[in-house]
């Protein structure tokens, strides 16, 4: 038999139960003080494609251009007995983990005194969480001799403060490259091992009190990746009309993070590019060769403005696009890949543009009048025969009337 | 074309009205036929063949020639006709639907020395659709026992076609390289029944599937899609064969 009442109590069973997994899902605790940070209360400053990555991707662009996150965190009550910190790394909640003699964690925000049970705008730069990393691990540790192949790590600065500030900034990575990034690579930004797989890092939201004890904790895990992909090998270009098709070699490293292709050309696409590059050229004599660039020096990044087309992963050609006939243009070819990281470029390749006949164009030629699209109809037409056919069906029908 | 194929739609309407009475001048239909098999209505075909358009058939020169070469095109199509008439000792007749797919590409030569290739890609993808009226001659099998069914089919064609440079939609000037052909079609041809070489598989495919019988052919066709000795159109259409598995349901 149907009871409003009963109805209501188990509508109200229901979100009771859902809201209380709900919090189970978001929240860690650790102590006496619940700590959350809901789904909408991460943002990003600048993130590299947001929107279309998680907020929760780092890329190598990410930690160039100086990222930073901006937390708001929930507090329960009993929160003005502790202070707030942020750490990252492996097990942090553990003392002696946050120990600069034993440190597998480092602070990446001043810490906070909460004067509510909502702390806004907690500031957490990209590369703060990136600069204790080694090996490809989380583990912030003295540092370490770097190579040309990894990069190696600084000292970070992982020292306990329990509510003192500490320069979290002041920790960071050793000189060392990759042949993934630019020589000019910050050293935060620096991989610091060849691995191509996306790492997980562990953010700690802690409650500490004066003797740097846990009363509150809530884990919030970020992905990033640092090395883009190798760039192709074997890179040549042709001739076309206002665009050169390009072709490669896929980087032999079975490098399964790749997702696409990225073409540069020196000089730069349009007019524009063409303008600032200072390049002599004339629209009526076909040069022979490519000069040399100063730009596109493999296992560099140019700068975007000389992106001259794309191509999707699993392409061994592609077309760069929006060039000028008649003019030499070196066009090299980088590798990008799953987090939206664009690796160095390739050697490059000599292609000239110029005027070519496609089979349309020699279809007009030879007197062809079709094409225009697929709603146009020439006033020419013979419309005769169509107009029997549809004077036929029209007799068809009028002949049934007659007969019904 | 939207007129045309309102005609024929309308020209085919005052059958289509006989056919949901159930009654014609051939007599009643729609209902079970002979030999316990279950209603037959319509039939489909899945259709390959080669196709080297007619193009050069309505210029001067060999645009298309010249640019793809003279190797072997091919298409791939599907057809579905509706048996909407069946004539006594003869067949069926009625409207069939057909679509295809063929696509042509090579590389664009430089303006400034026809004889040499540019590594630009130039190519010209069509899709002939065309209504037609066919007939089969389903007598052979039904009546004699002989395992072949001839048939005809004619109607109008179109093909909608664009061109491609570097992968990009081709220009000549400023007209664009993409339209619609259309003219007429028409096609000769014949299927073998299948049925005979495993006659329990096919009663199973009736029964379980509704598959009356299924069929390998074999089609010589027609279509000069050049808007009836047009230059004003591309001739999308080909004089070819084809080949192919069909089935009735």
């Given at each position: 038999m149907f009871n409003l009442r009963s109805l209501f109590a188990f509508w109200a069973l229901m979100v009771v139960f859902l809201g209380s997994a709900e919090r189970a899902q978001a929240q860690t605790t650790g102590g006496g003080v619940t700590v959350t940070v809901p789904n909408t209360g991460v943002r990003r400053d600048h993130q590299d494609y947001a929107g279309k990555v998680l907020v929760t991707q780092i890329n190598y662009k990410d930690c160039f251009s100086e990222d930073f996150f901006t937390f708001t965190v929930n507090l329960g009550t009993g929160y003005a007995n502790y202070g707030l910190e942020v750490w990252a790394g492996t097990g942090c909640e553990t003392q002696t983990n946050r120990n600069p003699a034993t440190a597998t964690c480092w602070r990446v925000a001043d810490p906070v005194a909460p004067t509510s049970i909502i702390v806004n705008n907690l500031k957490v730069p990209v590369r703060a969480l990136l600069s204790g990393r080694t090996g490809g691990s989380n583990v912030g540790t003295g540092g370490s001799g770097g190579t040309d192949a990894t990069g190696g790590t600084g000292g970070v600065d992982a020292s306990v403060g329990g509510g003192g500030g500490t320069d979290v900034s002041s920790g960071g990575t050793g000189g060392g490259g990759s042949a993934s990034v630019p020589p000019d690579a910050p050293s935060e930004c620096t991989p610091t091992s060849a691995a191509v797989l996306p790492a997980t890092l562990s953010l700690y939201f802690l409650m500490l009190d004066s003797n740097s004890m846990v009363g509150g904790q809530f884990v919030y895990k970020v992905t990033y990746k640092l090395n883009a992909p190798a760039p192709p090998s074997g890179v040549t270009s042709g001739s076309g009309e206002n665009i050169a098709p390009v072709y490669w070699t896929t980087p032999s490293t079975g490098d399964n993070t790749i997702d696409g292709y990225q073409f540069y050309c020196d000089p730069g696409p349009g007019e524009a590019g063409l303008a600032e590059s200072n390049v002599e050229w004339d629209p009526n004599i076909l040069p022979v060769d490519c000069p040399e660039s100063s730009i596109l020096t493999p296992g560099t990044r140019p700068a975007d403005k000389y992106k001259c087309g794309s191509a999707n992963k699993g392409s061994t050609s592609g077309t760069a696009t929006n060039l000028v006939n008649m003019v030499p243009y070196r066009v090299a070819v980088a590798a990008t890949d799953t987090y939206r990281n664009v690796g160095v470029i390739s050697d490059a390749a000599c292609a000239i543009p110029q005027p070519v006949t496609g089979f349309f164009e020699a279809y007009r030629g030879a007197g062809g009048e079709g094409g225009g699209g697929f709603c146009s109809f020439s006033r020419h037409a013979r419309p005769v025969l169509l107009l029997t056919v549809l004077g036929l069906g029209l007799c068809l029908v009028l002949r049934r009337r007659r007969a019904t | 074309?939207?007129?045309?194929?309102?005609?024929?739609?309308?020209?085919?309407?005052?059958?289509?009205?006989?056919?949901?009475?159930?009654?014609?001048?051939?007599?009643?239909?729609?209902?079970?036929?002979?030999?316990?098999?279950?209603?037959?209505?319509?039939?489909?075909?899945?259709?390959?063949?080669?196709?080297?358009?007619?193009?050069?058939?309505?210029?001067?020169?060999?645009?298309?020639?010249?640019?793809?070469?003279?190797?072997?095109?091919?298409?791939?199509?599907?057809?579905?006709?509706?048996?909407?008439?069946?004539?006594?000792?003869?067949?069926?007749?009625?409207?069939?639907?057909?679509?295809?797919?063929?696509?042509?590409?090579?590389?664009?030569?430089?303006?400034?020395?026809?004889?040499?290739?540019?590594?630009?890609?130039?190519?010209?993808?069509?899709?002939?659709?065309?209504?037609?009226?066919?007939?089969?001659?389903?007598?052979?099998?039904?009546?004699?026992?002989?395992?072949?069914?001839?048939?005809?089919?004619l109607g109008l064609g179109t093909a909608f076609w664009w061109s491609s440079d570097g992968g990009e939609t081709a220009y000549a000037g400023s007209v664009k390289g993409t339209g619609i052909s259309y003219g007429p079609q028409f096609a000769l041809g014949g299927m073998f029944l299948l049925d005979v070489l495993d006659q329990s598989t096919a009663r199973d495919a009736d029964v379980s599937l509704g598959i009356n019988n299924s069929y390998l052919f074999a089609e010589w066709y027609g279509s000069e899609l050049d808007a009836f000795g047009s230059n004003k159109r591309l001739n999308a259409g080909a004089n070819t064969w084809v080949v192919g598995l069909a089935i009735e349901f």
């Open positions: - | 074309m939207k007129r045309f194929v309102l005609g024929l739609i309308l020209g085919l309407s005052p059958v289509a009205s006989a056919q949901a009475q159930g009654v014609d001048e051939f007599g009643a239909y729609g209902r079970i036929a002979n030999h316990g098999e279950s209603a037959q209505i319509g039939l489909v075909e899945a259709r390959f063949g080669p196709y080297n358009p007619n193009v050069d058939k309505s210029v001067d020169g060999s645009p298309y020639q010249d640019t793809f070469g003279d190797s072997t095109r091919y298409m791939l199509g599907l057809e579905g006709d509706w048996q909407l008439l069946r004539i006594p000792h003869l067949g069926t007749l009625g409207p069939g639907l057909g679509w295809g797919y063929t696509r042509s590409s090579g590389y664009a030569r430089l303006t400034s020395d026809l004889d040499k290739l540019s590594s630009e890609k130039t190519a010209l993808t069509i899709m002939p659709v065309y209504l037609v009226a066919v007939l089969r001659a389903d007598v052979l099998p039904r009546e004699f026992g002989i395992p072949i069914v001839p048939y005809a089919k």
